[in-house]
């Protein structure tokens, strides 16, 4: 009955189309005349994120140091970043096959058809580290690849972060860590084209959301201006502002830990309904939420945990709507993949559901080398990425609405969300897929470069 009504009533205001992924993707489409393509967009569901988060995690992961064909991401593999595009799934991650402190880290790239199996790119990594250096020449260990594909210029946009300091003594303490955030574009997500500069003054895990209007917001781990603790960097999310994706401003400091976390790091937001959400990670000296935290009665022999938790917001600066205890905690099974750490999470959107990729560290103490062996020193690596989904109830909407025109003029009766284009003419041309409800309105163009003939065999 609920269902129906909405139907009739329509949805409401907050549900305006918003345009999740399109394919193919790229600045310009080349094909030939009589060659067909097929066109086609992915719209935001209309569904909120449950009250109760019940994550139904899959037993193994989905990429991993132990299930990798690739020898340069053997000692570590994490940090997930995943979109749709191009009618598939996209990771980029990062992975090294070398210590892990101060480690060099590489971007990797993987697609999979099904968001579960994944194929790891031929020519990973797609970036190293040192071609990274080179590319720069203002910082090194590469980290936390966060990408978004801007409908409006037709590009991939990716920021991340990468350490311009790190002094440490011989046992291992930390002594000055200094981290920005970089940014790169791409036509294609696989060649990267890096601005020279760092474009904030403190950065850790950049998270980016595109606005209606272009312009972006960045949540992302940050050092208070004149703070001299180096790891205060893990204890403040802040927000940030930019009209063009490259030139930031700071403007509040907006997450501390909170609850039974003595941390907060890693965040991802994302619109949930009117407001938004996000998911964020934090350590915690135990896996108890009533245990009394003082040296005398801690309830981990491992040393600390790290799960993820949840946080609410009307307008991205005011989180007052935090739960501050564990919404995907690590395994209650010793013996699993995520058993210690669970990390990272990165979440999309899908019909009737919410998808959870996240980076992931098992009980093992130390670290591994390339070979399987116990590595020397200090440190521990992550080796696991993740995938867990969240069931959501998805709303029907009838006034959504597609429309294509071809150089602006209406293309024959094609009212979906797909369309399977064979060009009759050669020439630059500009297909449009229209989005509209009863809200609002959104569209995507593909520009179209026809050769006269069909290419040779």
Not at 193 to 200: G, L
Not at 230 to 240: D, E, F, K, T, W
Request: net charge negative.
């Amino acid at each position: 009955m609920s269902s129906k009504k909405c139907k009739e009533a329509g949805p409401p205001e907050w549900y305006v189309p918003r345009i999740s992924a399109i394919g193919p993707s790229g600045p310009e489409i080349a094909l030939a005349v009589g060659e067909t393509v097929a066109l086609s967009v992915e719209v935001e569901p209309w569904q909120t994120v449950p009250a109760e988060q019940a994550w139904q995690r899959r037993a193994e992961p989905v990429l991993s140091t132990t299930n990798t064909t690739q020898d340069w991401a053997k000692v570590m593999l994490y940090m997930p970043c995943v979109i749709r595009a191009d009618g598939v799934y996209k990771m980029w991650y990062v992975g090294t096959s070398g210590p892990p402190r101060p480690s060099h880290c590489h971007l990797g790239l993987a697609t999979s058809t099904d968001g579960i199996h994944w194929e790891e790119h031929p020519a990973n990594p797609i970036v190293t580290d040192q071609a990274f250096q080179d590319a720069v020449g203002w910082g090194w260990n590469f980290q936390s690849p966060f990408v978004l594909y801007d409908l409006r210029a037709r590009i991939y946009r990716m920021w991340f972060s990468a350490l311009t300091h790190w002094e440490q003594t011989a046992d291992g303490e930390l002594v000055e860590m200094t981290q920005q955030v970089g940014y790169a574009e791409s036509p294609d997500g696989i060649a990267w084209e890096f601005h020279p500069e760092p474009v904030t003054r403190s950065g850790r895990c950049p998270a980016v959301i595109q606005e209606d209007d272009g312009t972006f917001t960045m949540w992302v781990n940050a050092r208070p201006a004149g703070d001299p603790d180096p790891s205060s960097i893990y204890g403040h999310i802040m927000l940030l502002r930019s009209e063009d994706g490259i030139h930031w401003e700071e403007i509040a400091d907006v997450i501390q830990p909170q609850g039974i976390y003595k941390s907060c790091v890693y965040p991802f937001v994302m619109r949930d309904g009117p407001e938004l959400v996000m998911w964020h990670g934090g350590h915690r000296e135990s896996l108890r939420d009533d245990v009394d935290f003082t040296r005398g009665q801690l309830d981990d022999a491992y040393g600390d945990w790290f799960d993820v938790t949840f946080a609410r917001s009307p307008d991205g600066r005011d989180w007052s709507a935090r739960v501050g205890r564990p919404v995907f905690p690590p395994n209650d099974d010793p013996g699993a993949f995520d058993a210690r750490y669970t990390s990272t999470p990165h979440v999309l959107k899908e019909p009737g559901r919410y998808v959870l990729y996240y980076s992931a560290r098992d009980m093992l103490e130390g670290w591994l080398q390339a070979d399987g062996t116990p590595g020397p020193g200090r440190g521990f690596a992550y080796r696991h990425i993740g995938c867990a989904t969240l069931p959501a109830r998805e709303h029907t909407d009838p006034t959504l609405r597609y429309s294509w025109t071809l150089d602006g003029e209406p293309f024959d009766s094609q009212r979906t969300a797909t369309l399977q284009y064979r060009p009759q003419f050669p020439g630059t041309q500009y297909v449009t897929c229209r989005v509209q409800n009863a809200n609002g309105e959104t569209s995507y163009t593909w520009k179209l470069v026809v050769r006269a003939c069909l290419r040779s065999s």
